[in-house]
């Protein structure tokens, strides 16, 4: 066979929480293989700033829309937009999630909800939205963030919600590679390990980041947002044609302690 199968040239991709971090990076990968882009975060004015920036670096199209992911009627109007602009979306990352480190016993149902509500709920609402216009249009590739913590329980902070969300989001994802297989649609997730954001950024300049999170990760350091690049590029072209329903841990080997 000849030809990049990495190619995204003329794709369309779609990232949630595509402002900061590991979406930002994850956009760019996708933007640098080709592929047009549309940064959907919860904050506006940083989505247009990064988009412009993409637009200028990688020669593509970009839009910045806003959207909560917890809002179905903000997810449908921004996939409205896409397919009024693009006419087809073929790749949608789910990435937008929050971590809240809170002792079980203290926790309140509020809490406890928030988390849930953006990071499992949301990543259904954006896979039932992009998915029902991947089905009118023939087939896509849906990617999901997950985290090692959906198969690991880290230490020691406590953050059972978030853990417990990131272990929906993986089954999530197998359920409905197996529902949408028959539309042509691949669903794959992508599990993170201590990633160097402003999410980790604080606890990372602490004695805990290196006694915990560094001592057991087997190559001693955080990932970089863009060491996520290969991995979202992958399982967007046609180099994973065969591949859905399947998690991708990207740890720096926490997980095989
Ligand atoms: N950083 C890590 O170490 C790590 C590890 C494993 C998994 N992850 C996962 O990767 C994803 C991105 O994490 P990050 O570290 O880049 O986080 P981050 O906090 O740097 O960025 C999150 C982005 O999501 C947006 N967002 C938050 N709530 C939203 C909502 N309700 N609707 C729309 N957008 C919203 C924010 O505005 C922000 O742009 C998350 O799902 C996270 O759980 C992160």
């Not at 203290?106 to 953006?118: G, K």
């Amino acid at each position: 066979m000849r030809g990049d199968i990495f190619d995204l040239s003329g794709k369309v991709a779609v990232v949630t929480g595509g402002a900061q971090g590991l979406g930002l990076a994850m956009g760019q990968a996708l933007a640098n293989a080709g592929a047009n882009l549309v940064i959907m975060d919860i904050n506006l004015e940083k989505a247009e700033v990064e988009a412009e920036k993409t637009k200028a670096e990688y020669g593509v199209d970009t839009l910045a829309l806003q959207a909560d992911v917890r809002i179905p009627n903000e997810v449908q109007d921004v996939v409205d937009k896409v397919v009024g602009h693009f006419g087809k979306i073929d790749i949608f990352v789910n990435n937008a999630g929050i971590c809240k480190n809170i002792k079980a016993e203290d926790m309140t149902l509020e809490e406890w909800q928030e988390v849930i509500d953006i990071n499992l709920t949301g990543v259904f609402i954006g896979c039932q939205v992009a998915g029902r216009q991947m089905i009118k249009q023939g087939g896509g590739s849906i990617i999901n963030i997950a985290s090692m913590s959906g198969s690991i329980v880290n230490v020691p902070q406590p953050q059972c919600s978030y853990n417990a969300s990131k272990a929906g989001v993986m089954h999530l994802t197998k359920s409905l590679a197996s529902e949408w297989a028959m539309h042509n649609i691949r669903v794959n997730s992508i599990s993170p390990g201590y990633m160097e954001t402003a999410m980790t950024a604080k606890t990372l300049k602490t004695d805990q980041a290196r006694d915990y999170w560094l001592y057991m990760t087997p190559m001693h350091r955080p990932g970089q947002p863009h060491e996520l690049g290969g991995a979202v590029v992958y399982l967007a072209s046609d180099a994973s044609s065969f591949m859905t329903g399947a998690d991708l841990i990207i740890d720096g080997g926490y997980t095989v302690w």
